[in-house]
């Protein structure tokens, strides 16, 4: 048994109870998974975690994670002057090339979707809506909301992973 096995085996026996945990605390199914693959891979880098007490830190790191993800929703401040004593850290050319490639790509790939799956998902990542506000406001189930989202990000992440 290596080190991180009490971890993964909480985590897989934990995760849809974490999910749908956290879907409530957030208000959406596809939020609240990428909120758990994100907990996972933070915790996969920590040291290991006694078997004992790994389903416990499991529970608290999830409800924790769902606050944190809530107060930076409601709590974006703007970002405080720059100054002028740091040093420039503006990124390389050819990075700043390949970023706008990855980013013409996902357009791309979203242009694709048809028209409410690429809506409930800019709603969802850009205007921050949650998916019981998108599903009203497009007139949709929750479940329908949820599945546009999870199809938007499958194709973005194949682009991505492409590249």
Do not use: K
């Amino acid at each position: 048994m290596t080190h991180d096995e009490p971890l993964l085996r909480a985590f897989l026996l934990q995760r849809g109870v974490m999910e749908r945990r956290i879907a409530r605390r957030v208000g959406c199914r596809a939020a609240a998974a990428d909120l758990v693959q994100d907990l996972f891979l933070r915790l996969w880098q920590r040291p290991p975690v006694d078997a004992h007490a790994a389903a416990r830190y499991l529970t608290v790191s999830a409800r924790n994670i769902a606050t944190d993800h809530l107060r930076a929703v409601s709590h974006r401040a703007p970002r405080a002057a720059i100054s002028p004593d740091l040093p420039d850290r503006s990124p390389a050319p050819d990075a700043v090339l390949a970023g706008r490639q990855e980013l013409e790509a996902v357009e791309a790939a979203l242009a694709a979707l048809p028209e409410r799956t690429r809506q409930a998902f800019l709603l969802n990542r850009v205007h921050e809506r949650t998916c019981p506000e998108i599903a009203q406001l497009l007139g949709v189930s929750l479940a329908t909301v949820e599945r546009d989202i999870a199809r938007a990000l499958l194709a973005c992440r194949a682009i991505l992973d492409r590249g």
